[in-house]
């Protein structure tokens, strides 16, 4: 391992690292388990706003003179049903904003915060086949790989809108296209998909994309895409990097840390 002693993820997601073979190694393994919530849960309501109310098209088509509503109509969220998958500090800043768009709430967590009574825990299955609205906020483990499958696609209602802000695994993409397809969905918001990590965060718009699952994707009208920005605020970059700084330190006069995965 080249003398490594230590590696520091800026994020809180750490399925890119093998923790089993640093610890063989000697490596120790530090992360930033929450920088700003706010952040990543902002970005997904305004997925959701987006995909759900066409706000990019109606921009392009204003821009060139088309005042039209073709292609525009949406659907309201108020009344409607969140279902919020994953219950971590995301999770919650995105209930409390979708709460604030008077929806109703149904959660889903492996282990349930109990502390939040406003909160009505629901299995899986139930929290599915009930929610207008479905939001990802969970961490990507050999347990929740592709949860979003053709299986718990058909669970969902008709017309409900999807949105991952969380890892792209979560989701098999296969299965997805295939419920776009048969208009299973009114929108589809993804910030994180399962390609990503070949392009994301580079310009690509001179070249041709030698992978067919984002090009369909990116085919749908009702999908939304963006690049893994969630995290990109002002508040989020600044936090981040205190938190890795704090790591750092703290490694360097042999203190043991709450980040140590």
Not at 89 to 106: N, P, Q, T
Not at 143 to 151: F, P, W
């Amino acid at each position: 391992h080249q003398g490594i002693r230590l590696i520091l993820m800026r994020c809180a997601g750490y399925n890119n690292v093998n923790l089993k073979t640093a610890a063989e190694c000697g490596i120790k393994v530090l992360r930033v388990p929450g920088y700003s919530p706010e952040a990543v849960a902002e970005l997904a309501m305004a997925l959701v706003l987006t995909a759900n109310r066409h706000t990019h098209k109606a921009y392009i088509k204003c821009r060139e003179n088309n005042f039209s509503l073709n292609g525009l109509m949406g659907v309201n969220l108020y009344k409607k049903t969140a279902g919020i998958v994953g219950t971590g500090k995301i999770g919650l800043a995105m209930a409390r904003i979708c709460r604030g768009f008077g929806m109703k709430l149904l959660a889903y967590d492996l282990y349930p915060d109990k502390t939040q009574t406003d909160l009505n825990y629901v299995f899986l299955e139930t929290l599915l086949s009930s929610s207008d609205l479905i939001s990802l906020h969970c961490p990507l483990t050999p347990d929740t790989y592709h949860m979003i499958n053709k299986e718990s696609i058909s669970r969902m209602k008709d017309g409900v809108i999807l949105v991952n802000t969380s890892r792209g695994g979560l989701i098999c993409t296969e299965d997805l296209i295939a419920g776009i397809r048969d208009h299973k969905f009114f929108a589809v918001g993804l910030d994180v998909y399962e390609e990503e990590s070949d392009f994301v965060y580079e310009d690509m718009s001179d070249q041709i994309l030698d992978r067919s699952t984002m090009a369909r994707l990116l085919s749908f009208p009702n999908v939304m895409v963006t690049s893994h920005q969630g995290f990109f605020t002002k508040e989020a970059l600044e936090a981040i990097s205190h938190t890795t700084l704090e790591n750092v330190i703290t490694f360097a006069e042999g203190k043991e840390s709450t980040n140590t995965l």
